[in-house]
């Protein structure tokens, strides 16, 4: 069964850490997978956080990232993580993990979505 499940959302303060994971199980290797985060604010599109190649040698990033998140994998763990440092409020969010079978593809490529984690960061 194709599922991607996340954790590590909850309640944060402004100026937090946390890490999110996302752990896979897919049809095919993890490590043939790009992974994407990607987040969907109350009333608002999701829009794209993070991405990561099949090696982990490659990332990028939205641009209201600006250094306070970092996306990671360990393919022998079938997981991927996104820490998140110095929290705002406007981070508020559900967090969905994703992956494609390529790297770099537009939000609506992807194959497979979890079904996200909620974080929440009050002032």
């Known amino acids: 069964q194709v599922q991607l499940v996340e954790s590590g959302g909850g309640l944060m303060q402004a100026g937090d850490s946390v890490r999110l994971s996302c752990v896979a199980s897919?049809?095919?290797?993890?490590?043939?997978?790009?992974m994407g985060w990607f987040r969907q604010a109350p009333g608002e599109k999701r829009v794209f956080v993070a991405a990561?190649?099949?090696?982990?040698?490659?990332?990028y990033y939205g641009d209201f990232v600006k250094g306070r998140f970092t996306i990671s994998r360990d393919n022998a763990k079938n997981t991927v993580y996104l820490q998140m440092n110095n929290l705002r409020p406007e981070d508020t969010a559900v967090y969905y993990c994703?992956?494609?079978?390529?790297?770099?593809?537009?939000?609506?490529?992807?194959?497979?979505w979890g079904q996200g984690t909620q974080v929440t960061v009050s002032s």
């Open positions: 994703a992956a494609d079978s390529y790297f770099g593809s537009p939000q609506r490529d992807y194959e497979f």
């Open positions: 897919l049809d095919k290797p993890v490590s043939d997978y790009g």
């Open positions: 990561i190649s099949w090696s982990g040698s490659t990332t």
